[in-house]
Structures are given as structure tokens and as C-alpha cells.
T-cell receptor
Framework: AQRVTQPEKLLSVFKGAPVELKCNYS??????LFWYVQYSRQRLQLLLR??SRESIKGFTADLNKGETSFHLKKPFAQEEDSAMYYC????????????FGKGTLLTVNP | DAGVTQSPTHLIKTRGQQVTLRCSPK?????VSWYQQALGQGPQFIFQ???????QRGNFPDRFSGHQFPNYSSELNVNALLLGDSALYLC?????????????FGQGTRLTVV
């Protein structure tokens, strides 16, 4: 069975501090991992995916198959990064379904 | 492009009743997936529709059913509502058979069962 674990429900950092949101997954096939973000009063939106290997809004995430992890990192947090972050695992081929973690609420304090 | 639109935004129903939620996908998308998000939880996959057929289904009872129309819009129906069905229901659209397709989400319908 596939599973996504985000161990931290809440994470609070100060502006300019590094931030790391943890995500571990369990999946027997070849995983596709995503990070989704939900800003206050906005819809869920894709932040980044491991296939793209790109940096979005200063965030990066590396898929570590050995540790089955896909942690989200940013070297210098900004107040506008405050949001709910969900790690998701895509499975089922091209018509994939997403399995989400429970989410981490990131608060960046001034 | 308005993106994914869902209606209604809020709904209150009584236990035992039936409810229908609606979703219009993003322009150009042909696949619609439905998710249930209980309070404090991540979205949980209900099912996915493509070419007017249910293609994948999550671990939800038969009380949850759906439909997709020729214009790709979709409905989620829930029968015999339980208090535990109270949640935010999200619709996501994507393009099938496109490797790096992105799922776009609607704002959701907040269902309260009393």
C-alpha cells in the first residue's frame, strides 16, 4: 500500500532562517513525488515535482529512493512562505491518483 | 480561463439525505478526480473519471458515485449521508496520457452533514 508521512504538523521559523519540511513515502513501484501548497484562502496548487528537478520560489526537493524521502527545503524563509504544505505521491501510470500526507503548516515569523 | 470550478461552495445536509457536487475542469483537460479532505487531514482520493468512465477508485463505499459528461464536467454523488461525510470535497482536473501532467484543483465544496 502506498503511504505518505509528514511527521511535522506544525513548523515555525523566523524570516531568513533555513526551512526543511520532511516527507517520507512508502511505495513498491517507481514513485512520482510532488509538493503542493495551499496559501490562506487559496486553492491547493502544485509547488514542484521531483521529475522537473527545478527550484520554485526558492524551494527545492530531492528524491532519495534509499531513504524513501522527498524533503522540501529553502535556505532563507520568507514571510510569504507561510502556508500549508502537502507532500503527495502519484501512482497509477499516466492517469495517476495522488496520495497525500496530512500536511505541515509552516509559519514564518518576522 | 477560470481554472477548475466547483459548485456549490458550501452545503448543509441532513443525515440520510443525498447530495450532488459539481465540477468543471480546466479548459483543455479531459480527466477529473475527486478527493475528500477531512478536517486536519490531507486530501484522500475518491475516484477518477476519463471518457465518461470511472478509471480508478480509492477506498470509499458504493454510496459514493460519480459521473462525467461529454463536456468533461463531472458530478460526485453521495447517498445516505453520514455525519462522517462532513468534509471539504475537492475536484482536480488533468490531461490523461501526458507524462508530466499537473493536477489543477478547485476551491472545493464544504459539505456539512447534521
Amino acid at each position: 500500500a502506498q503511504r505518505v508521512t509528514q511527521p511535522e504538523k506544525l513548523l515555525s521559523v523566523f524570516k531568513g532562517a533555513p526551512v526543511e519540511l520532511k516527507c517520507n513515502y512508502s511505495y513498491s513501484g517507481s514513485p512520482e513525488l510532488f509538493w503542493y501548497v495551499q496559501y490562506s484562502r487559496q486553492r491547493l496548487q502544485l509547488l514542484l515535482r521531483h521529475i522537473s528537478r527545478e527550484s520554485i520560489k526558492g524551494f527545492t526537493a530531492d528524491l532519495n529512493k534509499g531513504e524513501t524521502s522527498f524533503h522540501l527545503k529553502k535556505p532563507f524563509a520568507q514571510e510569504e512562505d507561510s502556508a500549508m504544505y502537502y507532500c503527495a505521491l502519484g501512482s497509477g501510470g499516466s492517469n495517476y491518483k495522488l496520495t497525500f500526507g496530512k500536511g505541515t503548516l509552516l509559519t514564518v515569523n518576522p | 480561463d477560470a481554472g477548475v470550478t466547483q459548485s456549490p461552495t458550501h452545503l448543509i445536509k441532513t443525515r440520510g439525505q443525498q447530495v450532488t457536487l459539481r465540477c468543471s475542469p480546466k479548459s483543455g483537460h479531459d480527466t477529473v478526480s475527486w478527493y475528500q479532505q477531512a478536517l486536519g487531514q490531507g486530501p484522500q482520493f475518491i475516484f477518477q473519471y476519463y471518457e465518461e468512465e470511472e478509471r480508478q477508485r480509492g477506498n470509499f463505499p458504493d454510496r459514493f458515485s460519480g459521473h462525467q459528461f461529454p463536456n468533461y464536467s463531472s458530478e460526485l454523488n453521495v447517498n445516505a449521508l453520514l455525519l462522517g461525510d462532513s468534509a471539504l470535497y475537492l475536484c482536480a482536473s488533468s490531461l490523461l496520457n501526458r507524462r508530466n501532467t499537473e493536477a489543477f484543483f478547485g476551491q472545493g465544496t464544504r459539505l456539512t452533514v447534521v
